[in-house]
């Protein structure tokens, strides 16, 4: 019903930048909040940024400061500006939407992920 669609991971060098971008399609009435999420090995899956439909954001505090969620609601798209990477930012980043549907029930829906590689 709802595809998540991330771009944007890759290799970069410590201290270096990446944006990511998940835009979503399918049967989508709103979407009340997107967010990125991170696993690295052997880790937890952990919250990274995320935003609401009005535009209130909040972020991991290992990242304050270095990333930016922002959101593009007329394009259902969210983005997360990576800035100053350090090579403990390694992890398969996933993006997280809670949807409403056109058929009004609201549901959880994730990306497939993006892998991010930090080299020191």
């Known amino acids: 019903q709802v595809q998540l669609v991330e771009s944007g991971g890759g290799l970069v060098q410590a201290g270096g930048s990446l944006r990511l971008s998940c835009a979503a399609s399918?049967?989508?009435?709103?979407?009340?909040?997107m967010g990125w999420y991170r696993q690295a090995p052997g880790k937890q899956r952990e919250l990274v940024a995320a935003?609401?439909?009005?535009?209130?954001?909040n972020y991991t505090d290992s990242v304050k400061g270095r990333f930016t969620i922002s959101r593009d609601n007329a394009k259902n798209t969210v983005y997360l500006q990576m800035n100053s990477l350090k090579p403990e930012d390694t992890a398969a980043y996933y993006c997280?939407?809670?949807?409403?549907?056109?058929?009004?029930?609201?549901?959880?829906?994730w990306g497939q992920g993006t892998q991010v590689t930090v080299s020191s």
């Open positions: 997280g939407a809670i949807v409403i549907l056109t058929t009004h029930r609201e549901s959880l829906y």
């Open positions: 399918g049967s989508i009435f709103s979407i009340n909040a």
């Open positions: 935003i609401t439909i009005g535009g209130s954001t």
